[in-house]
């Protein structure tokens, strides 16, 4: 039973290009969550969807990150016209139910680095 | 402060001594998990306790919560070098969904 896959693992953007991050939850998990962490400090909740549902967005910037999780394939975290301020590892998470109840099961997430 | 503060934020100690660290949180919570990271890698999860229960153990590890304080502790006992990592607690409500996380204990074993 494969974990929760990300890619790519590192990622370099220049200031003002797109980056795209992909998750695959474990199978049979319909709950996805994304988290941003800094060097040196814990994880920050960005959002959280279900299959084709935004459930909850609020610790998402409201400008230039969107996030969707479709029918088929993988979440995407989208970060647009990225600067310094958004390098970082960005973690996904999955669960088979609400997260409140049981652990969320994590990637081993995407670096990304704007120069 | 954040929800879920880690105390302290770094411990250093040698191979074969217990190693323990606290957390503190400020809201209700349905359950407290305590997480993995080794440097530059993934989170691993290590134990969850909800509000409910008093006291976990899973191997050499050992968690404590008191909701009357709300904070928790990880006890590692008999501690090996590969224990060396980030430790972090991390929080759910009641609403469930996400997940909040403190700042993590950067712990060291010496060989």
């Known amino acids: 039973n494969a974990g929760v896959m990300q890619n790519p693992r590192h990622l370099v953007r220049r200031r003002g290009q797109e980056a795209r991050l992909r998750c695959s939850p474990m199978k049979g998990h319909s709950h996805v969550y994304w988290y941003r962490q800094l060097p040196e400090e814990g994880l920050k909740f960005m959002v959280y969807?279900?299959?084709?549902?935004?459930?909850?967005e609020s610790g998402m910037p409201k400008e230039r990150f969107s996030a969707e999780f479709p029918k088929e394939g993988p979440s995407i975290l989208r970060i647009q016209q990225v600067v310094r301020g958004d390098s970082a590892a960005y973690f996904c998470?999955?669960?088979?139910?609400?997260?409140?109840?049981?652990?969320?099961?994590f990637g081993p997430g995407t670096r990304l680095t704007v120069l | 402060s954040q929800q879920g503060e880690e105390d302290p934020q770094a411990l250093s100690i040698q191979e074969g001594e217990n190693a323990t660290m606290n957390c503190s949180y400020k809201?209700?919570?349905?359950?407290l998990q305590w997480y993995r990271q080794n440097s530059g890698r993934g989170l691993v999860h290590l134990i969850l306790?909800?509000?409910?229960?008093r006291e976990k153990h899973s191997g050499r590890l050992r968690v404590t919560l008191d909701t009357s304080k709300k904070s928790s502790s990880l006890l590692i006992t008999a501690s090996r070098a590969a224990d060396t990592a980030s430790y972090f607690c991390?929080?759910?409500?009641?609403?469930?969904?996400?997940?909040?996380f403190g700042g993590g204990t950067r712990l060291m074993v010496k060989p």
């Open positions: 306790i909800r509000s409910n229960e």
């Open positions: 991390a929080t759910a409500t009641n609403a469930g969904n996400m997940l909040t």
């Open positions: 809201t209700s919570i349905n359950n």
């Open positions: 969807l279900q299959k084709e549902n935004i459930i909850d």
């Open positions: 998470a999955s669960s088979p139910q609400l997260a409140g109840y049981n652990e969320q099961f």
